[in-house]
Every structure is written in structure tokens, then in C-alpha cells.
């Protein structure tokens, strides 16, 4: 195997590892998914989500995962609160607006209870 062989396999490695995970607490990192949610394509589900926490109808916390960026955004809902869903990003559209379009095509995991 040639060198120039042996630095491509590498990147491809790298780049299927360069995942990356990011804590949502407070307000302005909402608003970057936001921005995040507000650029993604339509045509096959670009969102992964996931709830954990589901006890007497309270969720506390949502897992995105968006397969374009390889970004897992864990959203901690005990902390935003009704914050979470009404919070609107630059382009006036918020978490709920986006999970609640049906033009943007979504899947869930274990997401019965919601």
C-alpha cells in the first residue's frame, strides 16, 4: 500500500470519528441549534431523536442527533423548560415548529410516550 494510499484511508477514519456532542442548558446554545435545525435538508430525515426521563409527564431531556453535521445535541429540558419549544432563532422557528413540520422528515427512537 502506497503512502498516498495509507493518508486517505486515515482521513476516513478521522473523518467518520469527528463526531461531536454538544450540552444544551441555556438560551443562546438553543439558539445555535436553531441555526443548526434552520439549514437542513428535506428530502430524507435529517433529524434523530430520542427522550429519556419521561416520569408523570415531565420530559427531561431530548437527544438530536443531525447525521449532516455528525453533531449529538443534548437538550437538557428540566433546565430551558417551556423555553426549549418557544425559543425562536433568527429566522423566527422554533424547536417545536421544527418537530411539528411535517415537511421535515424526522425519525425517533423510543419515542411512544411522547
Excluded at 476516513?12 to 438560551?27: A, C, G, L, P, T
Excluded at 427522550?51 to 449529538?72: E, H, K, R, W, Y
Aim: without cysteine; charged residues 25%.
Amino acid at each position: 500500500m502506497n503512502q498516498e494510499r495509507l493518508t486517505e484511508t486515515a482521513q476516513n477514519e478521522r473523518d467518520e470519528d469527528s463526531r461531536s456532542v454538544v450540552s444544551v442548558i441555556y438560551k443562546n446554545q438553543l439558539k445555535q441549534l436553531l441555526r443548526a435545525l434552520n439549514k437542513l435538508p428535506t428530502d430524507f430525515p435529517s433529524i434523530y431523536l430520542d427522550a429519556s426521563g419521561i416520569v408523570n409527564d415531565t420530559l427531561d431531556d431530548l437527544q438530536l442527533f443531525l447525521p449532516t453535521t455528525n453533531t449529538l445535541y443534548l437538550i437538557d429540558l428540566r433546565r430551558l423548560g417551556d423555553t426549549a419549544f418557544i425559543t425562536v432563532g433568527h429566522s423566527e422557528i422554533s424547536l417545536r415548529l421544527i418537530l411539528e413540520s411535517r415537511g421535515i422528515p424526522k425519525a425517533g427512537f423510543d419515542i411512544r410516550d411522547l
